[in-house]
């Protein structure tokens, strides 16, 4: 009697088959994580400003941004049921980085980071010895740190040479034209009341604004009038105050470097923890508008600096509070920039939804 092999081959195949199905399932999902996690990369080195952000590097915060820049992308790896390996990915990645960070600070003898031994733990658990042949002098040469390190401590270095030359005397800054804003509507911000704080968000950008920032926000402020653009591109980062109010209270405030503004701080904390690296403001002054960007990171040093107000508010003296800005301009709340009528903006960025960018040949 002959017996037929041919089920047997079918369901061989059919095995086959789907062992190949799944492979090629588990191909794409690893390719989505791999380029959602270069995208990661790319945001934090775009971002980064120092050795300060490496220190606070917190991976919640790029899951901010990577949900913000490119939601489509995200949105694939919850479709994959691969965020969650992305997350611990991007976990790894940052405790590295950090780690890294902190060795570059140690090989260089900058102060950033406190040497304390939870995180000499965590560069020992990710470079072994290293930072032990650094503190003992065995290590001097860059090209004997690992590569990462190597790399930070590239970027430190270049920052540092750039603040020697006579730009680091002024903040940065351009003059904008005062024709094509598009939507937003200029003429009911030249009639707001001096101090009046708009927010700006990135698809209502005119193109001679879009083009001087990274940032997805902007503060548009109405200047008082005779306010000159040479009081305004001071070189310092805003800083957090506590002020002494009429009443007599301590209120909390937001200082724009040059003292000529303050925005109540943990009334609009949500917008001031919007921006990334810097804080571009744009001023409305009486016959220009001027646009300066402050160095201003949540991550590397916004976040500590809330966390210190709130600690100073605290204390009972009231000593520590200063009644020097009587004169200064200020804003209790930051409101939507104001807008003309006119067809939504289309968004800035997507993310295809169809084959990923890895499987072009080039």
Known sequence: MIVSSQPDNIAAHITDSRRAADRAAEGRTGSIVRYALNTAIELINCYECGG??????????????????????????????????????LNAYCAKLSAAGYIADAFLHEEFYARYEPRAYESERFFPGVLQKIWDGRLRDVEELPSSVALIVDRFCRRSDIARHDNSAIALHSHLRCDGWGRCDLASAQTAPAGTTFLLREEHFPWHLAVHTFEKYALF????????????????????????????????????????????????????????????????????????????????????????????????????????FANATIASEVLPMPLLHGPEPLPVRHMPDGPWEDSIPF
């Open 221 to 324: 402020i109405k200047a008082p009038t005779g306010l000159k653009a040479s009081s305004l591109i001071n070189p310092h980062r805003p800083s957090c105050i506590t002020v002494r109010g009429d009443s007599g209270t301590i209120e909390p405030w937001f200082l724009v470097p040059g003292g000529q503004f303050l925005i109540s701080l943990f009334r609009n904390e949500q917008a001031l923890l919007l921006f990334r690296t810097f804080l571009p403001v744009v001023f409305l002054l009486d016959d220009e508008i001027l646009l300066v960007e402050y160095p201003w990171s949540p991550m590397a040093f916004g976040r500590r600096l809330l966390a210190q107000m709130r600690e100073e508010l605290t204390w009972t003296e009231s000593c520590f509070a200063s009644d020097s």
């Open 52 to 89: 300060e952000f490496y220190e606070h590097l917190d991976s919640p915060i790029v899951e901010e941004w990577l949900a913000h820049d490119y939601p489509a992308l995200v949105h694939q790896l919850h479709t994959a049921h691969s965020y969650e390996e992305f997350r611990q990915h």
